[in-house]
């Protein structure tokens, strides 16, 4: 698509403004359907987008979009037209805001809940350098839930700045939007609030206006042209409706299933629908088990669950933070809680992980997927720093699956552990056997005598190993391949017994503070040669998994060249 | 104190409850002043906790107390009065609510916004399990800040269960409550509030009862049991106004300084004082300076900052997680924002420091006080996680002074830095020398030719290095001593230069993932024996700090025979 500039857009009558509507629309579909991203929330986004571009004067006005999967329309219409179409790909444009990209895009985000925050500190650096322009919130009624948002409208009275909050209300937040905030909002939305429940954010420091409809442009301009109004003397929070996916009726009626899109699918079995199989298992069984998440039941493979079991599935929204807590709560009297959450979502979880469940010792089972890089979203979206985060807190058990087989096996096994457990894999992978296991119990995959052995945790690892093996032995080469499938405990008397002199370890994850580091620390004093592989210490950007997993230090060759070392040394 | 049963309790005349409530003010004032611990909460709170003991049937009724320190009254209800004089002492009472410790305490609290979420799950279980009982969530107004108190209110609907939630409204969080939600309570308290603005309650299906004076204990008593019978139906919010520090009119009038006391005051001067006079100074020459906590203005030497700075000085609250967001766009504008938090607290907004500060590589200063073994409160007050969850996080310099001097040299140094920066520091130590540093050196305290090097890092075990150096000179021993004031960058140039053999890490943080696993790994393979000494993988409890901190592993006598092993290998 062609850039648009600011010109043209003050200029365009409504019907070119709509035709600027078309466009765009079209642009993200047939990108989205080559490139993989968001979808529908870009879709129900698009005049809401337009018409602010029409009425702010951005990049002087700044905008933070909340969690920022919503922002492709934002891209198009910032001078990032003509390259719209490398979304997602290595080097091309990110799925999300970013700094370094654009000056039109003022703060990063990935993350949900933090846009009202960045806001109140863009707004509240502006007054005190004297500065003019506005700040613009853009958040979703899913994130709405995020306590994040309360503190920061907690905080509006306090920190004495004017913000506007437009508040994208799609009553989604992947899964329907649920809960108590989404229920004053719904209401207000049907004409059916009190004007004194209203008062809520005036109390809060905020004026509220609304609801428009934010797929109708003229409806849209003039809230906004009010709203900018307002704002010139009090923050307002304006309420707008918008449809999910609005203008494809697939994804008006999909609104779940096309919130994000995969290119071409995802390569092999997804672990949530085992995940799902698995638990459905359990819970047949023993009534005791329960499942939580945090506004994910689909894409963690939980539909079924909830379906069969809907007394004992909650989905709390957005709140990761609270769903912890909460499978605190229940296992202290006596409830087998498991908690389905991505890698990178479980990092706002942390303290709970430590101060509630690990504090307590309580069996609490966090399934963790998405686990190691995740390629296309990016930074703030790669799982691969829960090895290290997880490992330092007492009490914990960790998990690494080398397939789906032994994802099941670990989950069978989780039902019979009385203490926290978190297990991490991927979005999809090899079937494999259902193989009993053993907490703590490492797996010899290969063994040779050779004075080189491997420790390999989780999927793409023990490929990268297998490929590296593959490739030794064509070289006359060899050693012994373990699956190191679980970091804590780690199995210390396979690794007391072993005598190989060139350790080698490769984990999906950074290098600091993950399996390479536990196996270095075992081996302290011991004169044996230890070689780490995992990610160095950086963000890594979006671009395909696979390269960036090479590129960032799960390089096979690199990996290779160590074990052709390791003989020349003999 | 003697232990008064549940049989006294409900046959006590109202006279007879006011006697118990002076013995116990009594109790807690004279317990306070030796063991030191929380005053003004506590005896804010104690008519309130006597007739929760009268009015419910505990331990079949399970109460969760949010952050916990304010539960004192209630273990001195619950079989533990004649204990209390051990509180917070080794093998002693614990000052907060402890499972171990009592069947009355259901759950495990230390950090803020805890409490509903934990209600509702054992709320939710009970349902579960077809059990009877009551459940109640007593907490502040200063925690009812925290954003996962709305997190957990917005799944009130979600979850469908029944539970009580106390509101002790005593106007003060540590520092005075701020921000829109006390605004909303300090109205309906003051009786100002219209009565639908309380339906902000109603929406999220709390029935909003109040406000009682909590001091009293008729009113009380008759308020308790009306939310009793509320609560068969429905959730219940009883709002209780009550005075911190009653009784006592000292406290009553420094709500603040008497909020936690210490046993004999801290030994040697406080960082905290420290932190305010550099940052006063760094906002003198510089209008970017600004300063940034989460109700902790006092504890944390903020005061003369706050008072000098006004408008560029924020407590948001209890909102850790918003503080960081906060600050991070402030940086992203120009600001200089320091953050200063207790090691413990900064787990919370862990995310935050990833997705927001790091991720976008922006200036914000951690400030980290109460790192290391704090103590007296316990597991989950004792800094021992942070160089582990901190060095995990790319784009992050992590400063580890020896002593105040050098903290304040870091300050400095912190100001020409253009990248995030956590300092982490004890409360209190020694007075030092501000010497010029470098962001990643370190500094050779004691330079021998022995064939031993110790690198401590931090003023516990740089003290704790000191004292074995002298008794290993004593027996004709000797060793290099480093201060490894940088965690991140590490001093490459220094560790490859250094030829010792024996290498010895100390520091006063897990063993796992902090100072001793990055040394390690940086002589990975170079055949030299390191020895770490950090705590062991475990939660630990309260006691005296040094102690704590000799059992859990920065044993003398051990590091001293390390040495001495070095020289017998020799």
Redesign the interface.
């Known amino acids: 698509m062609r850039n648009i500039t600011r010109g043209e857009l003050e200029n365009a009558s409504l019907s070119q403004l709509k035709e600027v509507c078309e466009e765009i629309r079209k642009e993200i579909f047939s990108t989205v359907s080559v490139c993989g991203g968001h979808l529908s929330s870009n879709l129900g986004i698009v005049e809401l987008t337009v018409a602010l571009h029409r009425v702010f004067d951005f990049p002087k006005d700044k905008i ?1 979009f909340d969690v920022g999967h919503q922002c492709y329309p934002h891209k198009l219409l910032s001078g990032r037209a003509d390259r719209f179409r490398s979304l997602r790909t290595e080097g091309g444009l990110s799925g999300f805001p970013k ?1 370094a990209e654009s000056g039109y895009d ?3 985000t ?2 949900a ?2 846009s009202v ?6 707004a ?3 007054d ?2 004297g500065e003019s322009f506005e700040v613009i919130a853009m958040i979703g009624d899913g994130s709405f ?15 004495n700045t004017r913000v506007l909050i437009v508040l994208n209300d799609n009553g989604m937040s992947i899964s329907p939007t ?7 909002l719904s ?1 207000a939305k049907h004409g059916s609030a ?1 004007p ?2 209203i ?2 954010f005036e ?3 905020l004026t509220y206006m609304g609801v428009c409809n934010g797929n109708d442009m003229e409806d849209t301009l003039s809230a906004l042209r009010e709203s900018k109004e307002a704002l010139k003397t009090q923050s307002v929070l304006l309420h707008v409706a918008t449809k999910k996916g609005q203008g494809y009726p697939f994804c008006e009626n999909a609104p779940c299933e096309t919130h994000g899109i995969s290119p071409g699918g995802a390569c092999g079995q997804e672990y949530s629908t085992a995940l799902g199989e698995e638990l459905c298992a359990l819970a047949e069984k023993d ?1 005791r088990v ?1 499942a939580v998440t945090a506004a994910m039941t689909d894409p963690l493979g939980l539909r079924g669950f909830f379906e069969r079991f809907p ?2 599935a ?4 957005i ?1 990761e ?2 769903a912890s ?6 296992a ?4 087998k809680p498991y908690y389905a959450i991505y890698s990178t979502f479980l ?2 979880a ?3 992980v ?3 469940v ?3 010792n309580l069996p609490v089972t966090f399934c963790i997927d998405r686990a190691g890089i995740t390629g296309a979203d990016g ?2 979206h790669q799982g691969v ?1 829960d090895l ?2 997880l ?5 914990l058990s960790i998990g690494i699956p080398k397939d789906i087989g032994e994802f099941r096996a670990m989950l069978r096994l989780s039902w019979n552990l009385d203490s926290p457990f978190a297990i991490r894999y991927p979005r999809a992978g090899a079937a494999g056997k259902v193989n009993d296991i053993e907490i703590g119990k490492f797996e010899v995959l290969h063994s040779t005598m050779s004075d080189i052995i491997l420790l390999a945790a989780g999927e793409r690892c023990i490929q990268i190993a297998q490929n590296v093996l593959n490739a030794a032995q064509k070289d006359g080469m060899d050693f012994t391949l373990v699956n190191a499938r679980f970091l804590k405990p780690l199995d210390e008397e396979l690794l007391a017994s072993r005598t190989e002199k060139t350790v080698i370890t490769l984990e999906d994850n ?1 290098a ?2 993950g399996l390479g ?1 536990a196996v ?2 075992f081996y ?2 011991s ?1 044996k ?4 592989f995992g990610y160095r ?3 890594i950007p979006h671009g395909n998994a696979a390269d960036l997993s090479r590129k960032y230090g799960l390089d096979e060759e690199r990996i290779l060249n160590t074990v052709r070392g390791a003989y020349a040394r003999r």
Do not use: W
């Not at 202290?332 to 409830?335: E, K, S």
């Not at 490992?391 to 009490?395: A, D, G, R, T």
């Open positions: 933070v700094r003022c703060y990063d990935g993350h809940g933090t925050s960045a806001a109140l500190g863009i509240k650096a502006r005190l350098q839930n995020n306590g994040l948002i309360f503190e920061a409208l907690n905080s509006l009275r306090i920190l649920v809960g108590g905030t989404s229920r004053i209401d009190l004194d429940e008062r809520l109390q809060f420091g009534r329960v007394d004992r909650f989905d709390v929204g709140c933070e609270h807590v909460l499978c605190a709560a229940l202290t009297q006596g409830l990092q706002r942390f303290d709970e430590i101060h509630d690990c504090g307590q930074e703030t720093f290290s985060y490992s330092l807190i007492p009490n950074i600091v503070g580091d270095t620390r302290r004093n004169c040669n230890v070689h780490v210490d950086a963000f």
